[in-house]
């Protein structure tokens, strides 16, 4: 079964750094894209950005790129989100999903991530 | 605001028929596959659609796809009370050298 495991929830103070993983299993990790995705309380789906583990090509939405950080370690099978500084306005659900041809699936079950003094 | 426009909600009773829209441009939906996803309360989101009109194994048959020009619509037949969730539309948008992926804002379907 082809699935994406995502680390657990975190709680953070503004200006601390933070690191989210996304482990896949059941397929090849290096042949397909993983994309990172925000859902910020109440609100729709936004894309940050995409990573190929076989060679780390990145792509990231031009909304987040200097905000965060994709990367991913194909030895483990598994995908990063980063952020080197948290603000309040991190505070949301990241979701991972494997791209293939055109369309997401499967996804992570996703990491909360609350970001409050 | 979402490059593609999304009615933020629509209704219907159960066993109706209801349809989503997803309104882009010809950078996104008019030359580039369109997905849907189905987000059930507290859930993450789910694959309903893939490459305009195609389902996943195991997506009944209610849940349809189409495309036409730079809109795509969803129709789900049927309804049921399980199907009250936020649907999203999502496909690449070429007008940056690098692309994008771009959501709809989302749909929440209500069952009445």
């Known amino acids: 079964e082809v699935q994406l495991v995502q680390s657990g929830a975190e709680v953070k103070k503004p200006g601390e750094s933070l690191k989210i993983s996304c482990k896949g299993s059941g397929y090849s990790f290096t042949s397909y894209w993983i994309g990172w995705v925000r859902q910020m309380p109440g609100k729709g789906l936004e894309w940050m950005g995409i990573?190929?583990?076989?060679?780390?090509?990145?792509r990231y939405s031009p909304s987040f790129q200097g905000q965060v950080t994709i990367s991913a370690d194909k030895s483990i099978s598994t995908a990063y989100l980063q952020w080197s500084s948290l603000k309040a306005s991190d505070t949301a659900m990241y979701y991972c999903?494997?791209?293939?041809?055109?369309?997401?699936?499967?996804w992570g079950q996703g990491t909360l991530v609350t970001v409050s003094s | 605001q979402s490059v593609l426009t999304q009615p933020p909600s629509v209704s219907a009773a159960p066993g109706q028929k209801v349809t989503i829209s997803c309104s882009g441009s010809?950078?996104?939906?008019?030359?580039?596959?369109v997905s849907w996803y189905q987000q059930l309360p507290g859930t993450a989101p789910k694959l309903l659609i893939y490459e305009n009109n195609k389902r996943p194994s195991g997506i009944p048959d209610r849940f349809s796809g189409s495309k036409s020009g730079t809109s795509a619509t969803l129709g789900i037949t049927g309804l049921q009370t399980g199907d009250e969730a936020d649907y999203y539309c999502g496909t690449w948008d070429s007008s940056l050298s690098a692309g994008l992926w771009v959501f709809g804002g989302g749909t929440k379907l209500t069952v009445l």
């Open positions: 990573i190929y583990p076989g060679d780390s090509d990145t």
């Open positions: 999903a494997t791209y293939d041809k055109s369309w997401f699936d499967p």
């Open positions: 010809s950078s996104n939906i008019g030359n580039n596959y």
